[in-house]
């Protein structure tokens, strides 16, 4: 199983931003899909989740209505559309996968990509 997250970067505050990232090496599209971050200093922190067909969407309320995740099944991808940026999300963005459905808790998840880095200035 491989995560491989990209597509983080450099932002003037009220920017937006495109984080991806792919899958390999499972059948990506039975499983949930989120992401996480992780500021400096902080404990990493539930930003979204989309279930296996995509149905469904969950975020943290930090982030809703600015933040959309999406998948591509065909693709083996899932994406963080991040608009409106704020200083505050600063962070480390991890994508994940879920085994259970307990999508804000970092025990639902076993496999972790190894973080794209977003910095939004003031």
Known sequence: VQLQAYGGGLVQA???????CAASGFT???Y????FRQAPGKERE????ITWTGS???????VKARFTISRDN???TVYLQMNSLKPEDTAVYYCARSIVGAFRTLDAYDYWGQGTEVTVSS
């Open 14 to 20: 009220g920017g937006s931003l495109r984080p991806s």
């Open 28 to 30: 990506f599209s039975s």
């Open 32 to 35: 949930a899909m989120a992401w």
């Open 46 to 49: 539930f930003v979204a989740a």
């Open 56 to 62: 469904s969407t969950y975020y943290a309320d930090s």
């Open 74 to 76: 065909a693709k083996n």
